[in-house]
Every structure is written in structure tokens, then in C-alpha cells.
């Protein structure tokens, strides 16, 4: 029996659509149903603004008269004002649409676009009712417009860029915003009025001034990443237009009047009004979808050095003409006029400049005061405990004091560069600058511009430069502290390796072979009356393991310290050793010549010393024994200025490679070389054939506690 197919169902194009875009869909439902209420305010609006209803009634035919001089009218004013709100409307619905749409799918960009979406009709509640008369379903949307608005506009610096509350207590302001408006906006009559609420009132409006600062500051400075506080500054920058914009724009509008200054008041406040409140918008716009479409460190330098001079020439010029002019009692006196324009002229050069380095302190730190940075980072040098501490804040350091978001320390390892400390998150394109010690590459610093794009300007370049040359000097202290840690963890490696040694030569072979001793000494004893002749060979077997027993103890003597070197001192020892070789070879036909030169005296030397010597030297003529196929070997020994110089040259095939001189045998004679403090390196002979290993060992211990970090010392 045949089982039918089941019909899948169809979906229109507009129904995938609705499925897969939801949030769109959603957003566009709610425009259409929020800007068809916010027509309805428009005819109240018009009607309003042309009978001038918010000017007190004696002066509105004056200031009709004082607008028809200039050929306005109260009509202009109204279509002026509705063309305004058009173009806000227009941008914040662009802005809304373009963050659902185009932005990441989070909750938190649809958020954003409706409250952007609600701005644009957002109304004083106490007048909705007025606006709207006998429209309830057109009053409720404007209502709930306007909690989403204004609860989310003060909701958005406790969330801002990424939709988490930071700290997290901040989610109760949240709450407290959103319940606040909605009670002010639909049930007024429960808020509690009286003298000790509007009390309440205000302390609880500082106290979300401050929350706002606080969690700004703190998520700026803690919390936030570097691509999160260039969102910030982005709308840093429209608040530091618009925040002083709409103080402006109150004051204007509070001093609307018949007079020409009021008529200028008037003009002022429908122009700068509007662009108080649409800045904002586009600025979070551009922060959430095209951060990087600017460089918003210089726009927002700029900014501030205008807007603080604007202050300070306008307060200095407000002060000296009114300020004095009270005190004489002439307040239009153009001579004070004249002394308040040179006061600024005068003064504006010097407060621009200061003005302009404070700004660029805080937005670019100590670029332009190298000396600072380089002192600021000496101090954390000297401040650093130990060297695992001292390059990472060197990092940080370098970072904070030049406001960059990435910056990242690399040692010059056998196997390649290594990064051992870093701030902040590597992005694409960054800056290498190598670091140097006495002409040799010890590292790098690498750093990224404080804006993607952007290059480092010769200022930059310079400092930087410095700093690399003083963290090349701090990188190679901390190597070299790196290199005599892992030094002392191979000698103490090395010892406990020959005391194992030795335990294990000493149990396995001499105690065994002593307790056999034993145990043959009883048999002899107890057969030396019954069976003469087998006690007398159990005597002579004896006898010749004790012959063996002493050989495996002057072995083990031998390989602590050669017996030579006390009887014959280091040539005379050299001498009896390199006597063994001499005449020698590995080819039958070839007779290998060995010879030492002694150069000069040689006074008692420290026990460390002629044993690293005398094991550099033997160890390097076995090797030329063995490998070099040289058909003599010349060790010349010689002491200058309490430095023993030892050299161990052949006329061999010589070195195929650098790398033949990283073996077991050449590491030994490194390792040995560099417990005292000397060196050792392997080349080829002087002649430019064969092999050469030259050696370098103090005499003496050297001062100046070498064992200890310190940090001060360069």
C-alpha cells in the first residue's frame, strides 16, 4: 500500500521574510502605528506655535512686529519648527533601521533602534492630554512612546556598547528610570507630592548623575575593550556638542522676547535646539555601525580645545564687562569693552596652548612630554620586584602612557622571536620596532596606532624610538637573569646527576664487590684448616678483587677531580695527559703530533679553575682525536690580567657547519666555562682551516654580587 506524500506548506516571499526578520518587522509595525499618533500632535502644534501660546500675551503682538522686520512670521516659526522635527524624525528612523537591519542580530541593537524610534515623538506627559484632546488611543501610544524614550535615554550610559549592566547594580537605576516615567506618564496622581518629596526628588536626581558618571568611568577605564571605548568617545563627542547645545538652547528659550535680543534668543533656540538633539543619535549611529569611518581622536581634540577656549573667552569677556562694569557702575562702557578684548587677546594664546596639551594629554597621553614618559617608566623599572615583573610593566607602562591599545615585548629566543609579555588585543596591522643591546637585536616592541589606519607621526616615531632603546636595555638585564637562573638550575641539575652517579658506582659496584669480599674472606676462614689448598686460591681471588676494588676507587677519584692536578699542578698535568695522545691517531699510517705551550708563570690556582681548565682541554682534544683528522693539535695555555686563556687548535677537516659546534662535548666545555663566569666558543683556526676552541675562566671570583636582580644597576 502506498503511503501519500505529505504536502509540505508554501510560503509567500513576504512570509519568509516576516519569519526571518522579525525584529524588522516588529520595528516597522511600531513606526507606522507611532508616527501616525505623532501626526496627530501636529495641527495642536501649529496652532499653538503661531498664536505663540508659550510667550506671555502682552508681548506677543510686539514680538509679531519685531519678526515682521525681518520678514518672519509666528507661521514661519511653526513650519520651521515641524521641518525640524521632520528631518530628527527622518535621522533617528534611519539610524533605528539601519541597526536592526545591518547591525549584529543582539538584543541590544534592537533596544537601541526603538528607543531611537521612540525619541522621535516623545512628548512632556503633563501636555500630551492637551496635544491629543479626546484622542485616549493616540494619548496611550504617546505615552508609552515616551517611556520607552526617556527610560531608555537614561538607561543607555549604564549599558553602552554592548547591552550588559556594569557595574551590575547599575540594573536598578535601569528599573528605577523605566518605573518612574511610566508612573509619571499614566498614573501621575501615586507619585507622592509635598515639600520633603521634592527633596527626595533631587537627591535621587544626583544620584543618578553620579551612577552615570561612576558607570561610564568605570566601564570605560576597567571593562571595556579598545574598540568599545572608541565607540565611547564617538558618543563622547555628540554629548560634548549637544549637552552644552540644549543649556544654551534653555537659556535662549527662557529669554524669548519683543526685544532684539530676545528675537536673537528666539532664532537661536530653533536653531541649535535641533541639532542638540539629532547629534547625539547620529554619533551613536556611527559608534554602533561605522566606528572606524572617522578618526574621532582628532575630531574630538578639536572639539574640546574649541568648546573649552569658547568657554573661557566668553567667561572672560561676560566677567570683565560685567563683572567690573557692576562694580563702577558702567556697564556698556566701551572702554571695558576694549579691556575685555585685550584681556582675551592676549590671554588666548597661552590658555589655547595649555588647553591644547591638557586635551592632548588625555586623549594621546605623554607624546609631547617624552621626557615624562621615559622618567615615569625608569620609576617602574627601579619600583619591579624581580624580572618576571619588570617587562610586563614595561608594557603597561608604555601602553598607559601613550593611549595605545596594543603594545607587545619579544626576546630573541635559539628558536625564534618569543613574546613574553603583552596589552591589549593584537589587531591587523601593527608596528615592529627592534630592540637593541650594544649593536645586537635582543627583541622587539611592536605596537599598534590608536585608530586603525592611522600612522605615527615623526613626534610618535621619536619617542618610541627611546623607549625601545631603554626596554632594549631592560630586556637584556632580564635575559641575562633568565640565562643565570636556568644556569644555576643546570649546575644544580648536574649535581644531583653526579651524586646519582656516584651513589649508584658506589652501591652497585664497590659495596657489591666489597660485601662478595666479604663473604670470601669467611669461606678462606673456614677452610684454612680442612682444605688448605682450596683457602690459599680462595686468597688469591681475593687478593685480585681488591686489586679490582682499589682500580673502581681511584676511577671514582679520578672522575671527581684528576689526582694529577694536586701532584703536578694544571701544566704538569696537562702535560702527562696530552703525553697519552702524542704519537697517536686514528689513521695507521698518519703519527698525531701533540704539543702545549705554557706561556709565561703560573701562580696556585683556585681548584674550580684548573679542573674547568683541564676538562676544556681534554675534552677538546678528544674531540679533535676523534673527528678532526688533524695531524697535529696545539694547546697553548696563558694567563693575563687574572683571566686563564686556554686555546686548543688543529689542522683538521675542520667545521662543515655551525651547528658541528653545538654538540654534547662542545655544550660541556660551554657549560663548564660558564659556572665560573668565563666563556667558551668553538671557530675555525686562524688560518682559516681546522678547528680552534678558545676559553676563557677568571682566576678569582668576581665582585658585584651578580647573583642578585637588581634593576637599578643600568
Known sequence: MAIPAVQQPSFSRLQTWLVTNWPAAVWILAAVIINIAGAKLVPEFIRQTIALEDIPERDRAELRRALSILHLSPEHLAWFQVFTELVGTIVNMAIGWLLVRRAMRTGFACYLAFVLLAL????????????????????????????IAIGGFFTLPFVFPDGRFVPRWTVLWGIYNHVGVFLFAFAPSL??????????????????I???????????????????????????????????????????MRNISASPLGVACLLGFLLIMPVAFTLPPVTLGIAILHQRLFDIDVILNRTLVWLVMTIIVTGTYIGVVVGIGSLLGSVGNLLLSLLATGVVAVGFQPFSLRVQRLITRLLFGGRDDPYAVLARLGHHIEDSLNASDLLPQIVRTTAEALRLPYVALFLEQASGPELVALSGVAPQSTVRLPLT?????VGALEVATRTPGEIFNPADRRLLEDLARQIGVAARTVSLATELQQSREQIVTSREEERRRLRRDLHDGLGAQLAGLIMQAGTARRSIRTDPDAAEQTLLDLREELRSAVVDVRRLVLGLRPPALDELGLIGALRARLERWDGGGTDADTALRVLLRAEGSFPPLRAATEVAAFRIAEEAVTNAVKHSRASSVTVTVWLRDDILHITVADDGIGLASPSDGTGMGFQSMRERATELGGTCIVTVGSDGHGTMVKATLPTAPRDGGHNSWNPSAF
Open 210 to 252: 553620579v551612577s552615570i558618571v561612576y558607570a561610564v568611568v568605570y566601564r570605560y577605564r576597567i571593562v571595556s575593550t579598545p574598540e568599545q571605548r572608541r565607540q565611547t568617545r564617538w558618543v563622547m563627542f555628540g554629548l560634548v556638542i549637544a549637552v552644552p547645545g540644549f543649556f544654551l538652547g534653555d537659556a535662549m
Open 120 to 147: 522621535t515623538n516623545a512628548e512632556y506627559p503633563p501636555s500630551i492630554a492637551e496635544l491629543l484632546p479626546g484622542q485616549p488611543i493616540a494619548q496611550t501610544i504617546i505615552r508609552l512612546t515616551t517611556v
Open 437 to 441: 643591546y650594544q649593536g645586537r637585536t
Open 191 to 208: 507619585l507622592p507630592e509635598g515639600q520633603p518629596w521634592i527633596a527626595v526628588e533631587a537627591v535621587t536626581t544626583l544620584l543618578t
